[in-house]
């Protein structure tokens, strides 16, 4: 079984910076693909960004390209979320996802943890 947890969020306001990083309690993800989601009041969650096991391969959002950054720490298994430019509408719960395999950009992740809120003041 794997735990995840999210820390780093925070209130920030327009244009700031936050990191989020994602650890695991349990065992080790390095050999997990790594996933951001996000979810707003009233809005279904939504992809993020996504780091292949070995960190060469990631995706994004294009709503966050340019501005978000995923990387994975030196032993791979912590995954960071580096957010720049931060705007009012990436206000959410922003979560932490794991699965085997293929990085994909849909919730079909095996493992989630149990969120961390951002808020962007205008």
């Known amino acids: 079984q794997v735990q995840l947890v999210e820390s780093g969020g925070g209130l920030v306001q327009a244009g700031g910076s936050l990191r989020l990083s994602c650890a695991p309690s349990?065992?080790?993800?390095?050999?997990?693909?790594m996933g951001w989601f996000r979810q707003a009041p009233g809005k279904e969650r939504e992809f993020v960004a996504t780091i292949s096991s070995s960190g060469s391969t990631t995706y994004y959002a294009e709503f966050v390209k340019g501005r978000f950054t995923i990387s994975r720490g030196d032993a791979k298994n912590t995954v960071y979320l580096q957010m720049n430019s931060l705007k009012p509408e990436d206000t959410a719960d922003y979560y932490c996802a794991a699965r085997r395999g293929i990085a994909i950009v849909t919730p079909a992740y095996d493992y989630w943890g149990q969120g961390t809120q951002v808020t962007v003041s205008s």
């Open positions: 349990g065992r080790t993800v390095s050999d997990y693909v």
